[in-house]
């Protein structure tokens, strides 16, 4: 069998729209590339039109799992090459990692080995439907090989999320009159404001916890003193999330608290031979915990994931199947 041209199946995958929800025709298209070239693939539904794919090289399931997703952020745009560069959504964030991961198998099975496998999931950008669904078969696989941009470095750890909804009720009245209200917006700036000064768990390894407060609601028209307004709050945490949860407790002060998202921080497995990093996005790994010791890899940057830019390097492209080929020998029992 020929050599797989990971900048091409990159491209194939990229200018298939499959921002999160929206997965069906990817998998399904990467489903029947695959079977035409002799890989076994099994389809596993999620939801709706949506799916996991399950790939192997014999007929034992393997010690070694490789894993990304399907599913990328809006708005898509399609493939380009400039600058040695190959542009577009899902470019890095992971359709060039899937592609690597997929010539990786091609590479260990042209060389006889079989006991190396892949997962491609859906839903990972929103809620990891994709992996809570294969979480619950998982194949007894001692290793899983998550694939996000690191750089091409191994991961030593990652941080974890925790958003957090704050909720602040007021009562209506007249904006000429505001003495015969109580503003919900008033209370929500009282709270966000002294949630900046709050001093945050920190990490020795992994570094501080962060917060970013990206959504903001409340009001009903100009003239109304705001009877309702909210706010939610993401942090980047690096340990048990009931720390931060204790150390914003006086917000309940002006606001409620509710959770709304938790995954927790994970440390992760190293081998020798790879420079290493620490990661403060969160991934599919704590919801793909059956699946075996997480490690985690992949050709690109996290900083341009997400953006009108996102890019992988072409020659760190093709270096990658080789560096996961690599790390899964190093992990099978000799």
């Known amino acids: 069998m020929s050599a797989i041209d990971v900048v091409e199946l990159t491209r194939a995958l990229v200018d298939i729209e499959s921002t999160s929800g929206n997965e069906g ?10 079977l035409e070239r002799g890989f076994s693939v099994d389809e ?5 039109d949506r799916l996991n794919l399950y790939v192997t090289l014999g007929d034992t399931d393997p010690d070694v799992v490789l894993s990304t997703h399907l599913d990328c952020v809006p708005p898509y745009f399609p493939s380009r090459i400039e600058d040695n560069r190959l542009y577009g959504r899902g470019a890095c964030d992971a359709k060039g990692i899937a592609a690597a991961q997929i010539g990786a198998l091609a590479q260990l099975r042209e060389a006889g080995e079989t006991r190396v496998g892949a997962l491609f999931v859906v839903g990972e950008e929103r809620g990891s439907h994709g992996a809570r669904a294969a979480n619950r078969t998982p194949p ?6 998550n694939g996000e941009p690191t750089d091409s470095r191994l991961a030593l750890a990652t941080k974890g999320a925790y958003r957090v909804l704050l909720r602040a009720s007021g009562r209506a009245a007249h904006s000429a009159y505001p003495e015969q209200g109580e503003s919900a917006i008033d209370k929500l700036v009282d709270a966000l404001m002294a949630l900046r000064s709050i001093e945050l768990p920190s990490h020795p390894v992994l570094g501080p916890t962060t917060c970013t407060v990206a959504l903001i609601e409340g009001g009903v028209a100009p003239n109304v003193v705001p009877p ?7 942090f980047r945490i690096v340990g048990p999330k009931e720390e931060v949860r204790a150390a914003i407790e ?3 002060r002006w606001v409620e608290l509710e959770d709304v998202v938790v995954v927790p921080a994970v440390e992760l497995t190293t081998v020798p031979g790879f420079d290493t990093t620490v990661c403060s996005f969160t991934t599919d790994i704590p919801f793909l915990d059956a699946w075996g010791q997480p490690l985690l890899f992949g050709p690109g940057s996290i900083l ?3 953006t009108s830019e996102e890019h992988v390097d072409i020659d760190e492209l093709r270096a990658a199947p080789a560096h996961y080929a690599g790390i899964a020998k190093h992990l099978l029992p000799s």
């Open 140 to 145: 007894g696989s001692r290793f899983l090989i």
């Open 25 to 34: 025709q990817a998998a399904r298209w990467l489903a029947g590339w695959l």
């Open 228 to 234: 309702h307004a909210s706010a939610e709050a993401t």
């Open 44 to 48: 596993q539904p999620v939801e709706d």
């Open 250 to 252: 006086p917000l309940s």
């Open 304 to 306: 341009v994931a997400h």
